[in-house]
């Protein structure tokens, strides 16, 4: 097992590791790293047609990536952040093709737990997609996940057995209406 601080060096360098999120065991991987990205489509057997969740530590580094809230978007997302909820936003920048998928939209979560944040603080944003091959159950464990990834990985962080919905995935319509595509581990009230 890697304790946070060398985790942090890993992925500041590129390395990709196993870390528990919000709400389940992501592979973790720098967002703004292209190469490290692609492994972890290849390490998870993904789709890469499907963007992954983007993890941020404050509403600050949706800038790192061109994305402009109106103020209706920026409400919304006060209230549900920090929080288990995933907002889909657009992206249009073409340096982030590798991320978007030509899709020219990209989910994000700020994540509810603190310690996370402080982590996303010192890494900048992480995808991280759920521990597991694509189709296959999320890892609730790190056995289950060294199941799925062996010695690929650079390093592992244990925090016990973790289950949970994944998060809630929500997008705005055209005039800032939220639309819910995934009801997960967070209940929307009235936004």
Avoid at 80 to 105: A, D, E, M, Q
């Amino acid at each position: 097992m890697t304790s946070i601080e060398n985790s942090i060096k890993i992925l500041k360098n590129g390395g990709i590791g196993i870390l528990p999120t919000d709400t389940i065991y992501g592979i973790v991987a720098s967002a703004l790293n292209k190469k490290a990205v692609l492994k972890v489509y290849k390490l998870r057997k993904r789709n890469p047609q499907r963007p992954f969740i983007i993890l941020i530590s404050s509403l600050a580094d949706l800038n790192l990536f061109g994305i402009k809230l109106n103020a209706v978007v920026k409400k919304v997302l006060k209230k549900v952040w920090p929080g288990k909820i995933s907002v889909i936003l657009k992206c249009n920048s073409k340096r982030f093709k590798y991320l978007h998928r030509g899709i020219k939209t990209l989910a994000f979560r700020l994540p509810s737990k603190k310690w996370l944040r402080r982590l996303l603080k010192k890494t900048g944003p992480l995808v991280a997609p759920s521990a597991n091959w694509e189709g296959e159950p999320p890892a609730k464990n790190i056995k289950e996940a060294r199941k799925y990834f062996e010695n690929r990985i650079d390093f592992y962080v244990d925090a016990g057995k973790l289950e949970s919905l994944p998060s809630t995935l929500i997008a705005f319509d055209e005039n800032g209406k939220v639309i819910i595509l995934r009801r997960g581990a967070e209940r929307i009230s009235v936004l």
